[in-house]
Every structure is written in structure tokens, then in C-alpha cells.
């Protein structure tokens, strides 16, 4: 149990779920899509949301401004957080148009949101739970698209909710995050996604 609690921080980390909630999408849609440009896309987002994020910390722990990747300080949240809106941004202006990709441009906005809200909360000194921010977003994300495709996709939304748990128990389990710091990254997380179904739903 020790161990399953644990890997579910690192299978559910939120720098994979923007690219987890792009691959559903492209899993699920009906349209017609060439294959050509999905991959481009799909490498752009690990580019900017995966390998640029990774480089940045290692220069950033060189720097000796933050101490390790879980980010556990409040402080240190600060400068990966700003890195992370200015990368999602970048996304949302360049990879995703809102009138070709609707869905995935407003799911991007979505993250964006919640990592600018993350951020506040770091300078009013509060340590929101970023794992469950990013599932919580990926799940209400998900809904949507059974919703918005007519597609039957419980038992995908159920495994996310599972996720969700997973993610939380196992952050309690390692003293990462409070119960309120859980729940408010649930919030924070769901709360734009469902938001911005308004514009796509």
C-alpha cells in the first residue's frame, strides 16, 4: 500500500496532466483529425509543458531557488508557478485556436486559470495541492467531452474520480498536503473547467 500511494504522485503529476486531458480529447473526438497534426501538437504540448518545465527546475535548483522538484516550500512555488502561466499562455496564443479547438483552447484557458489562482494563493502564503488541482481539471474536462460528443465514457470518468482519490490519499499519506489544501485544489481545479463549458459545451 506503501508504495501504491506513493507512485500515484508521480503517474498523476501535474506537469502530465495537460498533455493526459489533449490525448483523451484526441482519443474521443469524432472528427476527422490528420494524424500529422496531432503528433505536432501533441509534441508541442510536451515540449512546452513537460521537457521546458523539467529544464527550468534543474536551473532553478542550480540557482539554489528551489530545494527540490515536490516544491514543498510555499516560497518556492512562486517562480515555477509564474514559469508555468507564462508556458500555458504560450499554448493558448500559439498551439490552440479557439475556433478550430474549441474544446482543447478552453481546456488550456481552464489550466491557466487555475495555476494564475495557485499563484495568488502562494503570495497570501497558501499551499494548494497542484496533483489535485491538475486531476480535478482533466476529470470535469472529461465529463464535458462525454457531454459535449454524446459518448458514453463512465467508466473513464470513473477511473479519473479514482484518480482523484488516489491522488489525495496519497498526498495525506506523505504529509505533502492538509485536507483543506486538498480540497481547495479540487475546487480550484474543477471550478474554470466547468466555467468555460459556457464557451464549448
Known sequence: MNYFLRIGAYLLHPMLMPLLGAFLYY?????????????????????????I????????????????????NVAERK????????LLLLIVRIVYDPYESPELYYFFVGVLFTA?????????????????????????FLIGLSAHFQINMLLWI????????????????????????LVAGF??????????FNFWL
Open 27 to 51: 482519443i474521443v473526438t469524432p472528427r476527422f483529425l490528420e494524424p500529422q497534426l496531432i503528433r505536432a501538437k501533441l509534441f508541442a504540448i510536451v515540449i512546452v509543458t513537460i521537457l
Open 53 to 72: 518545465p523539467i529544464i527550468t527546475f534543474f536551473l532553478l535548483k542550480n540557482l539554489r531557488l528551489v530545494e527540490s522538484i515536490h516544491l514543498k
Open 79 to 86: 517562480l515555477p508557478l509564474m514559469i508555468q502561466c507564462v
Open 116 to 140: 494564475l489562482t495557485a499563484l495568488i494563493l502562494v503570495f497570501l502564503k497558501f499551499k494548494v495541492s497542484l496533483h489535485q488541482m491538475a486531476i480535478a481539471g482533466v476529470t470535469i
Open 158 to 181: 470513473a477511473f479519473c474520480f479514482f484518480c482523484n482519490g488516489w491522488v489525495a490519499s496519497s498526498r495525506l499519506f506523505t504529509n505533502s498536503h492538509t485536507y483543506p489544501e
Open 187 to 196: 475546487v480550484i481545479g474543477a471550478l474554470p473547467q466547468l466555467i468555460l
